[in-house]
C-alpha cells in the first residue's frame, strides 16, 4: 500500500511563500514519475510541477519561473516551493506518484492565496 502524505498548505498573502512537502510510503525511485497537482473549485484538477525518474522537471506555464519541484530521496520526500503567489494559486494541492499507468494520489493540503 502506497501512501503519499502532503503537508504545508495554509494561508498567505500575495507575493508571498509557501513549501509544500509530500511523504511517500515508498522509495520514490520506484515511480515512474512524482509530482505535484491542484483543483479549483471545480472539476478540474491540472498539473503544476512533475520530475520523472531520470530528473527531468515539467511546469505548469502560469507556475514557471516562481515555483519549483524537488525531491530528497533519503527521506522520499517531494517538495514544493512555491515564491511570488498569486490569488489563482489558490486550490488544494495534491501530491501524484504513478507506476506505469497505477496512479497514487495524497489526501491534499489547501493553499490560500489573499490579495
Known amino acids: 500500500q502506497v501512501q503519499l502524505v502532503e503537508s504545508g498548505g495554509g494561508l498567505v498573502q500575495a507575493g508571498g511563500s509557501l513549501r509544500l512537502s509530500c511523504a511517500v510510503s515508498?522509495?520514490?525511485?520506484?515511480?515512474?514519475?512524482v509530482g505535484w497537482y491542484r483543483q479549483a473549485p471545480g472539476p478540474q484538477r491540472e498539473l503544476v510541477a512533475d520530475i520523472n525518474v531520470g530528473g527531468v522537471r515539467k511546469y505548469a506555464d502560469s507556475v514557471k519561473g516562481r515555483f519549483s519541484i524537488s525531491r530528497n530521496s533519503a527521506e522520499n520526500t517531494i517538495y514544493l516551493q512555491m515564491n511570488s503567489l498569486k490569488p489563482e494559486d489558490t486550490a488544494v494541492y495534491y501530491c501524484r506518484a504513478n507506476i506505469l499507468r497505477t496512479e497514487y494520489w495524497g489526501q491534499g493540503t489547501q493553499v490560500t492565496v489573499s490579495s
Open positions: 515508498r522509495n520514490i525511485f520506484d515511480f515512474n514519475a
